[in-house]
């Protein structure tokens, strides 16, 4: 009984500062939750309107997160994203905590279409919550738009989600609509700086700016802060032959360190990336 009192207080705390439909990324709390759009991992395919991989290409991350060194917060994540034609399509499910205690399963599905530099998309998420074998489950569904345009090294990405404004019961606090606008801005000298502003109603606006540095041919380092509350995190991309190990770590002000560690593996089709994009 102490773990699942300790559990939701937790849960309580973060109410207005981690939604429940977000799906974690590899660079995601070292990076402020900002996203590196000029060449996103399989998670951050996600996001709706968040710009694909190329024709023919594949994505896949698999990780796992610490949050604030709580066990019974643990989270495995899961995600694969495809390039076919101008289509971009992705695929992620994650679970976070323990089944017998508190558990949240999400799935999580997107497909985007590129015209030119432009690119549409929309996504569909489901989640399933769990207080202990004994108490049932709870399930909602939700879904979201996004669009994403490049203009030479400026990526801008807007996205739009719970749409439908999701609940669990008829009686509980719904999900309101969340509007998200993403950027990076790609240097070309071997780093890009990314940002990321988000509304929600009844809340104040959250900020967040991020930056991705190529140390060598062997690495990269990330950093980042957000606010609301404010957090500060950074991180390190190890490259091994086709893919990636990422490990990333945040400071939240009363709540402590958190951890993700991330296996990405890929294929890219090196003619069609532009200088200064990030492997």
């Known amino acids: 009984m102490n773990r699942l009192i300790i559990t939701l207080l937790v849960l309580g705390a973060l109410v207005g500062s981690v939604h429940a439909y977000d799906f974690e990324t590899p660079r995601g709390i070292g990076q402020g939750r900002t996203v590196v759009l000029s060449n996103p991992r399989a998670a951050d395919l996600l996001r709706a309107g968040t710009p694909g991989l190329t024709p023919g290409a594949w994505a896949f991350d698999a990780g796992y997160n610490r949050r604030f060194e ?9 995600a694969g994203g495809w390039g076919i ?5 992705a695929v992620g499910a994650s679970q976070t905590g323990d089944a017998d205690l508190y558990a949240e399963q999400l799935l999580q599905g997107s497909v985007s279409f590129r015209i030119d530099s432009l690119r549409l998309g929309a996504s569909l998420s489901g989640m399933q919550v769990q207080f202990g074998g004994r108490y049932g489950e709870l399930r909602a569904a939700t879904f979201g ?42 240097s070309g000298r071997g780093f890009s700086f990314t940002a990321r502003t988000t509304f929600e109603p009844n809340q104040p606006p959250q ?3 991020g930056q991705i540095v190529a140390l060598s041919e062997r690495g990269n380092l990330f950093w980042g802060i957000a606010t609301g509350p404010m957090e ?10 086709s893919g990636v190990i990422s490990y990333a770590t945040s400071v939240h002000p009363v709540l402590g360190l958190s951890h993700t560690v991330t296996l990405s593996l890929g294929s890219t089709r090196p003619s069609q990336r532009k200088s200064g994009e990030f492997d």
Do not use: C, H, M
């Not at 034609?85 to 399509?89: A, C, E, N, P, T």
């Not at 990526?155 to 509980?172: H, K, M, Q």
């Open 145 to 186: 738009l996004g669009v994403s345009y490049r203009y030479r090294t400026f990526i801008g990405a807007l996205n739009v989600d719970n749409i439908t404004s999701p609940r669990l019961l008829e009686t509980s606090e719904a999900s309101p609509p969340r509007y998200s606008f993403l950027s990076e801005y790609v």
């Open 85 to 89: 034609g101008r289509f971009g399509l």
């Open 70 to 78: 709580l066990s019974d917060l643990d989270q495995f994540f899961i």
């Open 232 to 241: 500060y995190g950074a991180g390190l991309e190890i490259k091994i032959p």
């Open 207 to 209: 900020f967040a700016l």
